[in-house]
């Protein structure tokens, strides 16, 4: 890398050197065709200008990060909340558990407590909270065919 003076300060302080390319390869035609000692004062406004937009550039991106990262965080965790929230379907007035697949256990689900709920194949499926849904185990597998 070349060694330019006062052009060393502002190419550390980017994070990023794809906006650099451009003075980058500028600075090299100019030492190649002047030597390093001899910048024009013209070229090192130039670079000066060039320095302190881009410079302008980076702080810019670097606050749209800083809020893009933020509403990505936001945007997890709303999502993370929606998927618990979906992790079960009402029908029929009981629960019905999600497999990750999207299928469904082969269960009940109390609303009230979200405890699976037992029937004895003819009596409705019941939670010992006091909850009991309309239909009991042999009914299940046509009950579930309803299910989206
Ligand atoms: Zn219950």
Redo the contacts with the bound molecule.
């Keep these: 890398m070349p060694q330019v003076a006062g052009g060393s300060a502002f190419y550390v302080r980017c994070h990023s050197r794809i906006y650099f390319m451009g003075l980058i390869e500028y600075l090299d035609k100019l030492i190649v065709e002047h030597g390093s000692s001899v910048i024009a004062d013209k070229h090192r406004d130039f670079i000066r200008a060039q320095a302190a937009a881009l410079e302008k550039k980076v702080a810019d991106l670097e606050a749209d990060n800083t809020a893009l990262k933020k509403r990505v965080s936001h945007l997890e965790s709303e999502l993370a909340a929606q998927t618990r929230l979906k992790e079960f379907e009402e029908h029929r007035g009981a629960f019905f558990k999600r497999k990750p697949d999207g299928s469904y256990h082969l269960a009940v689900y ?6 699976s ?1 037992n029937s004895n194949h003819m009596l409705p499926y019941s ?5 009991s849904a309309g239909f009991a185990a042999w009914e299940l597998k046509s009950v579930m065919k309803e299910l989206p």
């Design positions: 109390c609303p009230r407590c979200k405890q709920a939670c010992s909270c006091g909850w």
